[in-house]
Nanobody, 116 residues
Framework: QLQASGGGLVQPGGSLRLSCAAS????????MGWYRQAPGKQRELVAS???????MYADSVKGRFTISRDIAKKTVYLQMSSLKSEDTAVYYC????????????WGQGTLVTVSS
């Protein structure tokens, strides 16, 4: 249902933009988010945006990452700047709806590697 793209190799201090689009017809989304999982670590929430437009960021990415969305296209973006080696991870997008008909969809993951 969700197709993520935009990952790749970038040097420290560089930027990347991730995109995640929902395919098919789905009811309106309540929460869109980006998670990441680094090797040997648990998956963590990086950023989220709710239906009202309010955003939330993990402390580790505040001021460097920006989450945005295109409601009509059912697409969520993650603009990442000033990337650090510790941002290296597989990034997963998530879209969930909490009221019936509820759902919780995950993208396939896109690898971001920050290295010189």
């Amino acid at each position: 249902q969700l197709q993520a793209s935009g990952g790749g190799l970038v040097q420290p201090g560089g930027s990347l933009r991730l995109s995640c689009a929902a395919s098919g017809s789905i009811p309106s989304v309540d929460i869109m988010g980006w998670y990441r999982q680094a090797p040997g670590k648990q998956r963590e929430l990086v950023a989220s945006i709710i239906s009202s437009g309010v955003t939330m960021y993990a402390d580790s990415v505040k001021g460097r990452f920006t989450i945005s969305r295109d409601i009509a296209k059912k697409t969520v973006y993650l603009q990442m700047s000033s990337l650090k080696s510790e941002d290296t991870a597989v990034y997963y997008c998530n879209m969930k709806r909490t009221i019936i008909p509820s759902y919780n969809y995950w993208g396939q993951g896109t690898l971001v590697t920050v290295s010189s």
